[in-house]
């Protein structure tokens, strides 16, 4: 049993008195639904001026991990530039985010230099047909049974659901959930259809000699089966489940980025990179156990920072057949490993969660009244308010809760921010 008398706070400011106070500090953030809302067409996203400079100002201390992706016309790097007014001032001033996209196989630095380490030509070409094959399949899809829908509507659906990104191709089916969420079983079947237009993305790389090189991400998702693959997250009452599938480079998983930006963190602060410069998420393991063997091999503790992983999927689910819980969500893996850390080299790491549930998206919300009581009765158990999101035996503790969603949060570290400057 997971001890919830530490954690599980809905209060940021002990947080960010802490960290204000911290020299060696690292935050790695997730992007939509963390620092700007959950929408269903992701050409709407807004990112606030007020943060952008925030980031701006935590260079060095400061990186993202995301599934998005930095470049490309639904890439944040146009969101940035959009609210900055002006592209060319967004580069000359370093305001655009730093880390890794398309779930660490895309690098950029704030000036918007973007790379793509590991990544081979031939698969480069497979991921540039993905787009068109995804429009084709749903077009036909959508015309026959069950959905029967008129070609203008699929011209729109397609259009907002097919995302052309670079390095991670993504049929994102928020739109297609708004228009089935009264016909449950159709969604469902919709969401089993694209799975099985994966498998055949898969088949066809495979084909081509590329069996090996790619995965299907679900957002969000039930964990993964015992062959290491994740697994679907059907749609139920008043919850999407999976919206995102896409087709990804396989070591593209976010707590394999952590180490890839530990990595650079360590080369920022001594002029050497650790585990190596060419050391990318393609070659390293997966698991999160070689992965702590790996970083205490390779990481001087002395210099260790404290990190703070910020994200807002997390999810686990009872098997209403057989009661297993199923643990998952594009978040949960690097969050753990950020706890799992701070355990291995004793640092005081935290987790931070954002509630994303008030977004165009759904999801599973904190039940923000039922965490405040706690502060008046600690031995008041958090699970009832975390439906959806965690359990008892779950293994990855959630510190903060930030449960007025990313504008609580974009405030919180516009403050933090502030309080660095002269750190």
């Known amino acids: 049993m997971v001890d919830y008398q530490t954690g599980y706070s809905l209060d940021s400011t002990e947080l960010l008195n802490s960290l204000s106070a911290t020299e060696r500090l690292l935050i790695v953030q997730d992007l939509d639904g963390v620092c700007m809302g959950l929408v269903r067409d992701p050409l709407t996203r807004v990112i606030a001026r007020d943060y952008i400079e925030a980031a701006a100002r935590l260079a060095g201390r400061f990186y993202v991990l995301t599934n998005g992706e930095h470049i490309g016309m639904r890439g944040v790097n146009s969101i940035v530039a959009k609210s900055v007014g002006d592209a060319m001032q967004a580069r000359e001033r370093g305001l655009y985010l730093p880390g890794l996209a398309a779930g660490g196989v895309q690098f950029q630095d704030r000036f918007a230099s973007v790379s793509h380490p590991g990544i081979s030509e031939a698969e480069l070409h497979f991921l540039q047909q993905v787009p068109a094959m995804s429009e084709a399949y749903l077009r036909t899809l959508l015309s026959s049974e069950p959905y029967h829908l008129d070609t203008q509507l699929i011209t729109e659906l397609a259009s907002s659901a097919v995302l052309d990104n670079r390095v991670s191709p993504t049929l994102n089916i928020n739109v297609l959930y708004q228009h089935f969420k009264t016909q449950p079983n159709i969604y469902r079947q919709l969401q089993h259809d694209i799975s099985t237009f994966m498998t055949d993305l898969h088949r066809q790389a495979a084909e081509q000699g590329l069996g090996a090189s790619f995965f299907t991400h679900y957002a969000p998702n039930s964990g993964r089966d015992v062959q290491g693959h994740e697994r679907l997250k059907f749609g139920a009452e008043n919850n999407a489940g999976t ?134 009765e600690p031995t008041l158990a958090p699970w009832p308010a975390l439906e959806g999101i965690s359990d008892p035996a779950d293994p990855l503790r959630l510190d903060v809760i930030f449960s007025g969603g990313h504008q609580q949060y974009v405030e919180f570290f516009c403050e933090l921010a502030e309080r660095l400057r002269n750190l």
């Open 243 to 376: 919206t995102d599938f896409q087709f990804m480079l396989t070591g593209a998983i976010k707590e394999v980025g952590l180490l890839v930006l530990l990595n650079n963190y360590y080369f920022t602060q001594t002029g050497h990179y650790p585990l190596g410069q060419d050391f990318n998420a393609r070659q390293a393991p997966h698991s999160q156990a070689e992965l702590l063997k790996l970083a205490r091999a390779k990481f001087d503790p002395t210099l260790m920072p404290r990190i703070v992983g910020v994200g807002d999927t997390v999810s686990s689910s009872v098997q209403p057949d057989s009661a297993e819980i199923l643990r998952g969500g594009s978040d949960r893996g690097f969050l753990h490993l950020v706890q799992a850390l701070g355990e291995a080299f004793g640092i005081d790491n935290k987790v931070v969660y954002i509630d994303s549930s008030a977004g165009e998206v759904r999801r599973p919300g904190v039940d923000a009244e039922l965490l405040q009581r706690r502060k008046i």
